[in-house]
T-cell receptor
């Protein structure tokens, strides 16, 4: 069975600072990996996904993530955070069905 | 392109009552999913439909939860009777076909259920 661990429940950063959200996955074969963002009262929006190929994946809103097989990680990064990035971020892993299994999420708080 | 529509946005009921949620997927999307998102947790898949057939309902508590997608378009998720632990956001998602590289999931805004 596949699973995802997001070790940080909350992350606080100042506007303009860089951001890294951690994600570790468990899956026996090559995983498909996703990051989603959820603003209050909204559904989940796909930020980026990794299926194969280049391990550095670019997404929307200036986000990127790097797949590291040796560390079973897929951390999300952004060089400069904007106040509008405050939201809940979910990492997800999928196997052959491509249906994501989600982590518990990390709440991003942005200070002005 | 209109997104996934869900109603109601909020629902408050007492335990042992019944409740139903409605979802209208993106036009032309064959696959529909219901997820349960309990506060502080990630969404958990309850059931997946392909057109009007069930693909996977292994995580659906069938003693109290039921779902249908009779004409392969709209779907209804029902809870009867509700328990306190059913308090959650119920998310509907759809994809063009079975989830895949070219068929990502699109999520609705969810229905927040509070059971008192």
């Amino acid at each position: 069975a596949q699973s995802v661990t997001q070790p940080d429940i909350h992350i606080t950063v100042s506007e303009g600072a860089s951001l890294e959200l951690r994600c570790n996955y468990s899956y026996g074969a090559t995983p498909y990996l996703f990051w989603y963002v959820q603003s209050p009262g909204q559904g989940l929006q796909l930020l980026l996904k990794y299926f194969s190929g280049d391990t550095l994946v670019q997404g929307i809103k200036g986000f990127e993530a790097e797949f590291k097989r040796s560390q079973s990680s897929f951390n999300l990064r952004k060089p400069s955070v904007h106040w509008s990035d405050a939201a809940e971020y979910f990492c997800a892993v999928a196997g052959g069905s491509y249906i994501p299994t989600f982590g518990r999420g990390t709440s991003l708080i942005v200070h002005p | 392109e209109a997104g996934v529509a869900q109603s109601p946005r909020y629902k408050i009921i007492e335990k042992r009552q019944s409740v139903a949620f409605w979802c209208n997927p993106i036009s032309g999307h064959a696959t529909l999913y219901w997820y349960q998102q309990i506060l502080g947790q990630g969404p958990k898949l309850l059931i997946q439909f392909q057109n009007n057939g069930v693909v996977d309902d292994s995580q659906l508590p069938k003693d109290r939860f039921s779902a249908e997608r009779l004409k392969g378009v709209d779907s209804t998720l029902k809870i009867q009777p509700a328990k306190l632990e059913d308090s959650a956001v119920y998310l509907c998602a759809s994809s063009l076909d079975l989830a895949g590289r070219n068929s990502p999931l699109h999520f609705g805004n969810g229905t927040r259920l509070t059971v008192t």
